[in-house]
């Protein structure tokens, strides 16, 4: 198959679409509980390190390789290797970002379900007057509900395969363009709300005061995992929004604004939610239900908090949105190649996406006890695996393909800048971003 000749509208457009898949539960849900487990500003400290030193080349990597091959990722790598004189084999890097956007895509899914229980629950100001105790118990009782959190995860991959059958940029660029800055604006005024509470000053100890003899193995992992799940990397999904890039446009530049915007919003969630955590006295290791216990009980400290609270919920949940169709275009793109129509394409993976998303669904009741690995039930183990080692794996070899294996004339006009950022860029991530991805992963391994 050739190259397509679509592209994003502008360059607004682009940025916009890239963020979109960038910002989502991983900023607002994963960011706060991910710090919370892992020691607080030590984790915060080496999270924005990985951004800088691995996030923002490999991100210039993996985009220039979509906007240098023009195809679906499997296609465009197997081009690329191709025109370099390497083996096409390269290809099944694309089918292994599949396999991990998948198992992402089915916990995401659930996550996203609560999102929208929230958002209904909200709504209905069934928060109003409630205790953070009477929260906590009301998050609990959901968990073990699975019939109202598989009607919740069911509806949301409807809601989402119906944007991706429909095609990439349509629907996806006016949805982005009308509603990230309204997401900000209410994260903003909930961070400088935050300031005025009590527990503000101990939230920003434990974010900005960094604790060394926090930092271990696990806590380096994680902030590497969670550095390429929050801008969405290593999975080949943005590789496939690359392919739709226009020329004239300024990657690296495109890169850094987005991870710029990526952090902050993670910040600002951090500020609020951790204000509350230490206001009420809470454990900040509280786990994955965090966010959905701090934020009813910042809220109702509000006016009229009912109603920000279901906005904010209904914010998010288009977040999460925009980062569930990035995450599902690069399974399709990959079934397309294998010659079913988009339509068809789409309506395998939902179903797959479903079933699977089934077993975390069934993690919080049922199948609480089931431990596939060591002590991880579905749910432990879809959180972390794909993310702290699939993503990095693969982002390490989509460098390796963008800096050593393809033509770096090609990776040099696909980037878009002159000799000297190109060489500056490409041993960065020759001598740098491979070498620390490969240190991490193998130091944690033993
Ligand atoms: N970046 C998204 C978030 O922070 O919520 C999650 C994500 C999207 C991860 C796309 C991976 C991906 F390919």
Redesign the pocket.
């Known amino acids: 198959m050739g190259e397509t000749l679509e592209r994003w509208s502008t360059r607004r457009a682009f940025i916009l679409a890239v963020t979109g ?7 607002i849900w ?1 960011f706060p509980y991910m710090t919370g487990e892992n020691g607080g500003a030590a984790f915060l400290v080496l999270y924005v390190a990985f951004v800088i030193t691995l996030g923002l080349p490999v991100m210039m990597a993996e985009i220039l390789i979509g906007r240098a091959g023009r195809r679906s990722p499997m296609q465009s790598l197997a081009h690329l290797a191709r025109e370099a004189g390497a083996t096409p084999h390269w290809r099944w890097l694309g089918l292994f970002g599949g396999i991990t ?1 998948f198992f ?1 895509l089915s916990f ?1 899914s659930v996550v996203a379900g609560w999102s929208i229980e929230y958002l209904i629950d909200s709504a209905n100001g069934n928060f109003a007057g409630l205790s953070p105790q009477e929260v906590g118990a009301n998050f609990d009782a959901f968990l073990a509900d699975p019939l109202r959190m598989t009607f919740n995860h069911t509806l949301f991959l409807l809601l989402t395969m119906s944007v991706v059958a429909a095609g990439v940029s349509g629907g996806l660029e006016k949805l982005n363009n009308l509603l990230m800055p309204l997401l900000y604006l209410l994260l903003l005024i909930l961070a400088i709300y935050a300031t005025t509470t009590d527990g503000f000053g101990a939230a920003m100890a434990w974010l900005f005061k960094p604790d060394p003899s926090a930092i271990t193995g696990t806590v380096v992992l994680n902030a590497m995992g969670h550095a390429f ?7 080949c ?2 590789m496939a929004y690359g392919a739709y890039m226009p020329e004239e446009q300024s990657l690296p530049r495109a890169v850094v604004a987005v991870a710029i915007l ?1 952090v902050t919003v993670a910040l600002l969630a951090g500020i609020a939610i951790f204000s509350v955590v230490f206001s009420q006295g809470m454990d900040p290791g509280e786990g994955p239900g965090l966010m959905f216990v701090t934020l009813p009980i910042a809220f109702a400290q509000l006016p009229g908090g009912s109603l920000w609270l279901s906005i904010f919920f209904l914010l998010l949940l288009l977040a ?1 949105w925009t ?1 569930s169709i ?2 599902t275009e ?1 399974m399709v793109a990959t079934l397309q190649d294998a010659g079913l129509k988009r339509g068809h394409a789409t309506a395998v993976i939902g179903a797959l996406v479903w079933a699977a998303g089934m077993l975390s669904v069934l993690s919080f009741s049922t199948m609480a006890e089931v431990h596939w690995i060591g002590e991880m039930n579905f749910f432990d183990l879809v959180t972390t695996v794909p993310t702290d080692i699939f ?1 990095p794996v693969g982002g390490a070899l989509i460098a390796i393909f963008a800096a050593w294996v393809m033509s770096q004339e090609t990776a040099q006009q696909a980037l878009g800048v002159d000799a000297k950022g190109f060489r500056l860029w490409q041993s960065l991530v020759r001598y740098v971003s491979i070498p620390l991805v490969v240190i991490v992963l193998i130091s944690d391994l033993f």
């Not at 898949?21 to 900023?27: E, H, P």
């Not at 799940?229 to 999975?235: P, Q, S, V």
């Open positions: 898949a960038a910002v989502g539960l991983g900023n994963r956007v992402i995401y799940f929050t801008l969405a990397l290593g999975a999904a943005l990526d999460t980062s990035n995450l690069p993503l």
